[in-house]
Nanobody, 119 residues
Framework: QVQLVESGGGLVQPGGSLRLSCAAS????????MSWYRQAPGKERELVAA????????NYADSVKGRFTISRDNAKNTVFLQMNSLEPQDTAVYFC????????????WGQGTQVTVSS
């Protein structure tokens, strides 16, 4: 069975850092592009960062460029999101998504992990 399990969320002060992890199982991880989305209360889910299946290319939302870094370890079936210089507007539930690189209609979502940035 397919599983995407996010971890690493929590409460941090503005300017702090967190590293989110998403552990994947039940599918061929190296065939999937991975991404992080977030959804704040009352807001639509938005793409934060994405990385290609081999980790060769990454894209970021303008709001997080220079602060967040997405990476993956295909040997460990895990994708990460390093979040630095966190701001209150980064507060959201962060979701991991896997998308098949040649069958884009095949995709999976994790359940999300809460990130709260507050004093």
């Amino acid at each position: 069975q397919v599983q995407l399990v996010e971890s690493g969320g929590g409460l941090v002060q503005p300017g702090g850092s967190l590293r989110l992890s998403c552990a994947a199982s039940g599918f061929t991880f190296s065939n999937f592009a991975m991404s992080w989305y977030r959804q704040a209360p009352g807001k639509e889910r938005e793409l934060v960062a994405a990385i290609t299946s081999a980790g060769g290319s990454a894209n970021y939302a303008d709001s997080v460029k220079g602060r967040f870094t997405i990476s993956r370890d295909n040997a460990k079936n895990t994708v990460f999101l390093q979040m630095n210089s966190l701001e209150p507007q980064d507060t959201a539930v962060y979701f991991c998504k896997a998308r098949h690189m040649w069958a884009a209609t095949i995709y999976y979502w994790g359940q999300g992990t809460q990130v709260t940035v507050s004093s």
